[in-house]
């Protein structure tokens, strides 16, 4: 079975092997592509964009082949009909039985829907939902006072990329995105989010259901209350609105007031920390407004920022927290979320989304509503106060999501639908 993955960043191993730092995100790949790439009756190959280059750049890394197509239009809002040639050529060389496309968030993947149609193999086709840029831009400055929308910082005027102009980027990808699903044949899915968005954009597409795969180091791990930092609580992204983390940083005073030890952890870079002139006209608006909320607040020495993480980092820091916590205004599925439950890290989420498809409140973790910080906070103190609570979570949480993510069912799973479409 010869199937042509498309995706919207380069795999580690391959960036490893051409000497590319890769960005952070995109882990369900990596799982999900090691248990393929093992099957010697699969010949998998991997195509992604790739800026700054004028030329494809194509080979092989352990059992798999990789396409890296250039990308001369960076701007997420414009379709490059360039693009289109560069899959064609791709399509020719792999003759692939599947195209599997994961995600909708960029032209690429209108690109190759064209493509494939033009070739008579829509049919063939699947996109794979990652999020949903159409819906998630109704959402996307969620608890962003007016005023800090509409304000610019250099970097914001230079790029055209305030807030605002933010949101209305994510409406014309989800222009592209909506043109993309409506000629798709068939969906994969794994919540009632996903089904409900897609059905509703392209009710004729067939819906596959497939929970995915975690990365490894996630499999690895257990947490454990004894040697977990107390009263700790880890925040897997911050760097824009739609994460919420503007909304744990509200709850933060109401937590300090029980537990004055409390301290958040979090990725990125500490937007206080303006070490010179190029830091802080690098300043975006939303990492200003951060700033000020933690100037408000006193929250100075409450804060770790701690910058990028690679996959065992990132592990490392949800099994050192106490707690961890997703306060996105918009999810589908966060891998986050899973990652926290497989390791048994205690849970707190809101209510957005696919996430009650995960995770049941009060049994497995905690749910609260996604404007609500004073409920946040309240969730926060319960597990701080109740061991007996956050190990009841920990194992049950644990438990279900080595169901939802396990590695066998899941690669059986998306055989599975390989076959059916194939078939």
């Not at 498309?6 to 795999?11: G, R």
């Not at 006072?145 to 910082?153: A, G, L, S, V, W």
């Not at 994460?243 to 990725?267: Q, R, S, V, W």
Request: charge should be neutral; charged fraction near 25%.
């Amino acid at each position: 079975m010869k199937i042509l993955w498309l995706c919207n960043v380069m795999l580690p191993k391959v960036a490893k092997s051409i000497s590319k730092i890769t960005e952070v995100g995109g882990g369900w790949l990596t799982g999900l592509s090691n248990d393929l790439a093992d099957d010697k009756e699969i010949e998998l190959s991997v195509a992604f964009p790739l800026l700054k280059e004028s030329t494809m750049i194509n080979g092989k890394v352990d059992n798999f082949n990789y396409y890296a197509f250039p990308n001369d239009c960076p701007k997420t809002t414009v379709y490059n009909p360039k693009i289109e040639k560069y899959l064609e050529q791709i399509l020719i060389e792999v003759k692939p039985d599947i195209i599997h496309i994961f995600g909708t968030e960029y032209p690429h993947t209108l690109a190759m829907i064209n493509v494939c149609d033009k070739f008579d193999l829509i049919d063939k086709v699947i996109i794979n939902i990652q999020g949903l840029c159409s819906v998630c831009a109704v959402h996307y400055l969620s608890g962003v006072p007016n005023n800090i929308q509409k304000k610019y910082t250099f970097r914001d005027f230079v790029k055209q990329d305030n807030l605002i102009q933010q949101r209305n980027k994510f409406i014309k990808r989800g222009q592209f995105e909506i043109i993309a699903l409506q000629k798709a044949r068939h969906i994969i899915g794994r919540t009632d989010w996903d089904k409900a968005c897609t059905q509703q954009i392209s009710p004729n597409a067939k819906y596959h259901f497939c929970n995915e795969t975690l990365r490894d180091e996630f499999y690895k791990h257990n947490w454990d209350i004894q040697t977990c930092e107390k009263y700790s609580i880890f925040i897997s992204q911050s760097s824009y609105p739609l994460k919420g983390f503007h909304f744990m940083l509200e709850a933060m005073p109401e937590i300090l007031k029980n537990h004055p030890d409390a301290h958040i952890y979090t990725t990125g870079k500490n937007p206080l920390k303006i070490e010179s002139v190029i830091d802080k006209l690098r300043m975006s608006s939303y990492s200003k407004y951060i700033g000020q909320i933690i100037k408000r607040e006193h929250l100075e020495d409450k804060v770790t920022f701690m910058g990028i993480l690679n996959e065992e980092e990132m592990c490392n820091a949800f099994m050192k927290a106490h707690v961890f916590v997703s306060p996105s205004s918009i999810e589908n599925s966060p891998n986050s979320v899973g990652e926290a439950m497989i390791l048994g890290v205690p849970t707190i989420t809101s209510d957005v989304g696919g996430v009650k498809n995960m995770l049941t409140h009060d049994v497995e973790g905690l749910v609260y509503q996604h404007d609500a910080p004073y409920m946040l906070a309240h969730y926060v103190c319960e597990v701080f106060a109740n061991d007996s609570l956050t190990l009841k979570f920990s194992k049950n949480a644990r438990k279900h999501a080595s169901i939802m993510h396990n590695r066998k069912t899941n690669l059986e799973t998306m055989l599975g639908i390989y076959k059916e479409i194939i078939e």
